[in-house]
Every structure is written in C-alpha cells, then in structure tokens.
C-alpha cells in the first residue's frame, strides 16, 4: 500500500468517508485520495514523497502560491502574540478596511469563520431586515451546507422547494424558492406570485460548484432591479469569486461597472489566505440590524481570530494589480491548452469561464453551460480517466468536473509547462473513455 493508502484506510476507520469535506473523497473520479503534507509555490507534496502541480489551491484561497514568506511571517508574528483572546483586535479593523478599500459597494463588514457561517448570517439578516421569510436561490449554486439552501426544486416556477439533504425538514426547505440559473423569467414570475414574501434572492456572483457558468448578460443586474421594484434584497455571494478574479471580485469586473450593487455580499477563502475567515458586508441599513446594534443576532468565539486576520491582511496586501494580471494571463494560456489538446484528439467539450477562473465541460460545444440542467448533461464519465493521467503526470486538478480549476500568482513558467505537457496524453484518455467506466 501507498501511505496515502494506508492514511486512507485509518481515516475511514474514524471519520465519515475518511474526510472531513466530500468532495476530497475522490468520489467522482474514483481513486485514491492524495494525503497532502506539504506545499510551496505552485506545488503540493502528499504522504509517498510525490510533487504535482497544484490546480486547487485549496479552493482558491491560496492566490499567491502556496507558503508565501510574507504571508508566513505574519502568522508566525500573530502566532507568537497568542492563539485567541476572545476579544477585538487590531488587525479585524485592518483587513475590514482593506475590504471597504477593494469593494465601496460594502459600507459595513462582520467578520465570521467560514462561508457558510457568512451566507446563513446573510439569510437570517434579510429576513430580519425585511420582515419576510421566503428566499430565493439558483439550482446548482452552492452557498455552503445551510439547511435552507441545500433544497432541491421543486415541480413549478413558484413551488416550493423541497429537502435537497437527508436532516433538512420539509418546513424548512419550503422556506425557499429553487430557481433555473440565468432565467431571469422564471424570477419574474416568482414574485408576481409570491413577492410580497419573499425576503431576498442569493446567487454566487458567478456560479463555480457546477462547474463555472458565465451570468448570462444583464442577469445579475436584472435580479438587482426585481429586488428592488418589489423590496427584497439581494445576496451576492462571492465567497470563490471575491478577491479571486479580480481586487474587488466578480461584482467589481461587471456589476461595478454597470453601475448597480447588491444589498449585501458573503466573502471567504480567499479573505483568509488559507485560514478560516469569511465575512459578509454591505449597505450600512441593513448590516445595522445585526447585533449589537439591531435585532438580528449573530456571534462567534472565533471571529476575527487574530491568527486569521493577520494572514487575510497579508495576503490582501500582497494581492496587487500585478498579481492579477498574472493569474489572468495564465488562465487565459492554460485554458486555452486545454482545449487544444482535447480538439486534438477530437474530444467535444466547452470551457467555460468567468474571470480568470474556468472549468471542462465534456460534450457540451454546441450550447456551452448556462444552467445546473446543461452541467449534469454533459459527459461528465470522461472526467475520471482525464483526472488520473493528470494526476499521473504531476499536475493535482479538483477532483470532480464540476468544480474551477485555479491559478495563482506562483505558477511560474515550469509549473505551466509541466501542465501543458500532461494535457495530451490526458486527452487520450478522455477521448477513450466509455459511460461504463
């Protein structure tokens, strides 16, 4: 056995599925999981002593490489002061400004833990705020395991929504409206229905847990002006987007621009540069409803971790136009690659992309991703057998096709280059694959 075997095997003798999030499970691609043990630059190294180049970057968080020295010595600074005070700090205000600074859509921010913490205190906000209880969100986006939106749709436009999780009540995912993405039809005509109740729509800035779905145009902006034309707010999660495909994230490569903003934004990842941080921020109003100051309660003992907040604010710093640029650049010479390489070989596929972020999609060039019905349409068997010749050759890519491939700013010419080299024997192996296996 290898020892990632071996760390397997004890794993699963003691947490669920030997993992404590499930898609590491490489469940859709089958296989072994890789015990990472270490990481640097643009590379991880797992328990047997094998380098590869990394295309997770543990979900986006890592924007400027893995193990930044700067970013490093930041923690090991705030690791020497103390683990956690339970009280404020200084450096909870830095990184809130260094937010305002890059978003000026955000007047206030609550620091919490993870994004999932962040788009259920976003939830509760909206109902608080606006008295009303039903929320609306997109079949396929994922804002973290909350009750309410791990719900499933249900038969009709305005139906509500049913349990998409085993634990999850019906009382509770009827609270929610399950929606086809980019449909700004079907959004209309749930609030000619139920408008007067409904409390706020979410959606990820632009979708990256269905694969990446480019908001067809307007979209956003039109879920924007429904919102406000019937006194809903809108939830923009950007918690992978945010400071991910741009300073101010996805909102601010089109939303910005196009002179609209949301009622409220979720952020994470890579707000806490590998550490476990997210917050949620917005207009002034509503984000006073939270306590202490309004009746919206919301607390955490590890909010604003004084460990986690020196790593976001050395990692937002470090994130300048440059940096961007960079990962802009490489997406953009990686993606590219890619599908050469499966054109090659006559593989039919889509990419699809927002920002600098982009995934696969396996037999899809005729319409492209639009929706979570497009997404599970496609050939997805081919990603396996694409996944392990990869892996084969020292490159990690997420272990399922519908997740985004990520870039940072350390992948440097040899990272590209031993990428770029593994794609066509990949390509074989997506072009010979069979639904069977």
Not at 64 to 78: D, S, T
Not at 141 to 158: I, K, P, R, T
Request: glycine content about 12%; charged content about 15%; proline content about 5%.
């Amino acid at each position: 056995m290898t020892t990632s075997e071996d760390l397997y095997a004890r794993a699963r003798s003691l947490m669920p599925g030997g993992v404590n999030s499930p898609v590491r499970a490489f469940g859709s691609v089958g296989g072994t999981p890789r015990f990472i043990v270490s990481a640097k630059g643009p590379r991880v190294t797992d328990a047997d002593g094998r380098e590869y180049v990394d295309l997770v970057c543990s979900w986006g968080p890592a924007l400027l490489g893995h193990a930044v020295p700067e970013v490093l010595a930041a923690v090991h600074a705030a690791v020497d002061r103390g683990l956690s005070f339970g009280a404020s700090t200084p450096d909870e205000a830095a990184l809130a400004e260094l937010v305002v600074g890059r978003v000026p859509a955000v007047e206030r921010l609550r620091m919490v833990s993870t994004g999932t913490e962040a788009t259920m205190t976003a939830i509760r906000l909206a109902r608080g705020f606006t008295g009303r209880d039903l929320v609306v969100k997109f079949a396929g986006c994922y804002h973290g395991h909350v009750d309410g939106l791990l719900a499933a749709a249900g038969s009709g436009v305005a139906t509500l929504a049913l349990p998409g999780s085993a634990g999850v009540t019906a009382a509770t995912a009827a609270e929610t409206l399950v929606l086809p993405y980019n449909d700004l039809d079907a959004v209309e005509a749930a609030f000619a229905e139920l408008g007067s109740r409904i409390a706020a729509v979410i959606t990820e800035a632009a979708p990256a847990n269905m694969g990446v779905v480019t908001p067809a145009e307007g979209f956003n902006a039109g879920l924007r002006r429904i919102t406000a034309e019937n006194g809903a707010l809108l939830i923009i999660d950007e918690v992978l987007t945010g400071f991910r495909v741009g300073s101010a994230g996805y909102w601010g490569l089109t939303g910005q621009a196009e002179g609209w903003a949301p009622d409220l934004f979720t952020f994470g990842k890579v707000i806490g540069g590998g550490m476990p941080v997210a917050a949620l921020g917005g207009r002034a109003e509503v984000m006073d409803f939270l306590a202490p100051l309004g009746p919206v309660y919301q607390a955490g003992t590890l909010s604003g971790n004084p460990v986690a907040m020196a790593a976001g604010v050395a990692t937002l710093t470090l994130a300048t136009p440059d940096v961007y640029a960079h990962i802009d650049a490489r997406s953009a010479e990686l993606s590219a690659a890619v599908s050469e390489a499966l054109a090659a070989e006559g593989v039919d596929h889509s990419i699809q992309r927002a920002g600098n972020l982009f995934s696969v999609a396996f037999g899809t060039s005729e319409r492209g991703v639009h929706n979570y019905a497009d997404a599970q349409a496609q050939e997805a068997f081919r990603y396996g057998p694409f996944f392990h010749s990869m892996l084969d050759s020292g490159v990690y890519l997420p272990p399922s096709v519908f997740e985004a491939w990520f870039l940072s700013a350390a992948h440097d010419d040899a990272a590209m280059a031993r990428i770029i080299d593994a794609l066509p024997a990949a390509a074989k192996a997506a072009a010979s694959a069979t639904p069977a296996g």
